[in-house]
């Protein structure tokens, strides 16, 4: 059975950081590539960022600079580390999974038209 759980989200002030993990098991870690996704109430999800099974990374342009994903392939888990946030980041954040890559969302995707495996959400509220 495949599984992705995430922690580590919650509530903080404008500024502040978080790091989210996301345990896995079930599939190949290691030939996956691994991301976070995030929606907000009424949004489209939106890649958030991602990291190859080759270590290339992907970050949105509204991040860039203040989050850092990282894979640790002996633990099977993949982090966010999420610093200066700011209330926009407001959303529930979701790992994810796939060994051809993972895909922005666009108007009308499923989730399983851009990625394979999907961990059920942590929350992450930034208030002002």
């Known amino acids: 059975e495949v599984q992705l759980v995430e922690s580590g989200g919650g509530s903080v002030q404008a500024g502040g950081s978080l790091t989210l993990s996301c345990a896995t098991s079930g599939f190949t870690f290691d030939d996956s590539d691994m991301g976070w996704y995030r929606q907000a109430p009424g949004n489209e999800c939106e890649l958030v960022s991602s990291?190859?099974?080759?270590?290339?990374?992907y970050y949105r342009a509204s991040v860039k600079g203040r989050f850092t994903i990282s894979r640790d392939n002996a633990k099977n888990t993949v982090y966010l580390q999420m610093n200066s946030l700011k209330p926009e980041d407001t959303a529930a954040y979701y790992c994810?999974?796939?060994?051809?890559?993972?895909?922005?969302?666009?108007?009308?995707?499923?989730?399983?038209?851009?990625?394979?495996?999907w961990g059920q959400g942590t929350q992450v509220t930034v208030s002002s």
């Open positions: 990291m190859g099974s080759d270590g290339i990374t």
């Open positions: 994810a999974a796939d060994k051809n890559g993972l895909r922005d969302c666009y108007p009308g995707s499923g989730k399983q038209m851009v990625a394979h495996y």
